[in-house]
């Protein structure tokens, strides 16, 4: 178990400055987030987090999305050889989740569609930073391709049937190289843009928890509005035409940040595949998880199980990608059909995500 005051030491020694009642903001085991207050500075307070376990680039990614991205939290020091950051502290406003969550649906649409504008912004923007990014990255970059092959292996063997692998492999494969080719526009931006990652300050919508920040195509950050929320465990079925919205906002936003990114017809496409393409990545991920029926994705009592998520996402895909994707279409359809059959209402998502997510509960 980490030693909260040994972190607190280690950031104030790094700040040059006594950081004083540290609390434990949780989050998962890949790092330590705390709130301290900043000694001879009434009032004041930052944010320290600190990564563990096996370097898996968390930490630069981190760093690289405080350094670069605007609307985040300001990276006020770090240190590489500890894997410690400090930041600025952007106190407890709502979160996306708790709008989609309470009771005023005007408040979560509205919050939802400034969300999703501000997010194409902040993509935006990100075009940019690409290079600086790179540099600070180093060769770290999300191996499309592997993940997105691997997932409809893994899709594959779930069902069965040589014809349908292949025909699935080689979609998987054409759509993840076309998205790793070279030819086409990336940008800097999380690649979790997840509603408890997101917090509504007066001034609008601010972004958190970055070690997901990469350099990727910009339909990958739009997928967050289409599927929606691609890689959380905050699945759920939206009221008709919000994801529409979702999208709609954030292609504004994106134009608004740059010009012409995305000014052509195949941009719908585009997104409907990268929505694809994350659906393969989850089930390479979370398949072992869901054939164990594992309870939780996320927190007990707020989050769907593992068959709830996994299934309702090919349940999404095959009624969403049959333009897009037509051999993931078919193979979700089947997936969802057989997952039905043999788990019955371990599949139902219904009645998931009711609660409001613990305050206490790490957002960075």
Not at 51 to 62: I, L, T, V
Not at 192 to 206: E, I, Y
């Amino acid at each position: 178990m980490t030693d909260v005051a040994e972190v607190a030491r280690a950031a104030s020694t790094l700040l040059g400055a006594q950081l004083l009642d540290p609390e434990d903001l949780g989050g998962s085991a890949r790092s330590t987030v705390l709130r301290c207050r900043v000694g001879g500075d009434a009032g004041s307070t930052v944010v320290v987090k600190q990564f563990h376990g096996e370097d898996d680039g968390g930490y630069d990614r981190e760093r690289t999305g405080l350094t670069l991205l605007g609307r985040t939290p300001d990276l006020i020091a770090a240190d590489g050889a500890q894997r410690l950051l400090v930041m600025s502290d952007l106190g407890d406003p709502p979160t996306l989740a708790d709008l989609l969550l309470g009771a005023d649906r005007e408040a979560a649409w509205s919050g939802a569609s400034g969300w999703a504008r501000e997010l194409g912004r902040l993509a935006g923007s990100g075009r940019h930073q690409v290079h600086e990014a790179r540099e600070l990255l180093g060769a770290r970059p999300w191996d499309v391709v592997e993940h997105v092959t691997r997932g409809a292996a893994r899709l594959g063997e779930l069902l069965g049937g040589a014809a349908r692998t292949d025909r699935l492999h080689a979609e998987a494969r054409e759509v993840a190289t076309a998205f790793t080719a070279g030819s086409g526009p990336v940008v800097l931006a999380p690649s979790d843009s997840c509603p408890d990652n997101a917090v509504l300050r007066p001034d609008g919508w601010w972004f958190l928890d970055l070690e997901g920040t990469v350099v990727q195509p910009p339909a990958f950050v739009a997928a967050y509005t289409m599927l929606p929320f691609a890689t959380c465990w905050c699945v759920f079925d939206p009221p008709a035409g919000l994801t529409d919205t979702l999208l709609a906002e954030f292609t504004v936003g994106l134009e608004e940040s740059a010009p012409g990114l995305v000014a052509h017809e195949d941009w719908q496409r585009e997104v409907e595949r990268a929505s694809g393409a994350y659906v393969l990545a989850m089930t390479g991920w979370l398949l072992d998880s869901t054939l164990a029926g594992r309870e939780h994705v996320g927190p007990a009592g707020r989050s769907p199980s593992y068959r709830q998520l996994m299934t309702s996402r090919w349940r999404w895909a095959a009624v969403n990608l049959r333009t897009a994707m037509p051999e993931l279409a078919a193979t979700c359809g089947a997936a969802a059909r057989w997952a039905t059959e043999v788990w019955g209402g371990e599949t139902d998502s219904t009645g998931t995500r009711r609660s409001p997510p613990d305050r206490s509960g790490s957002r960075w």
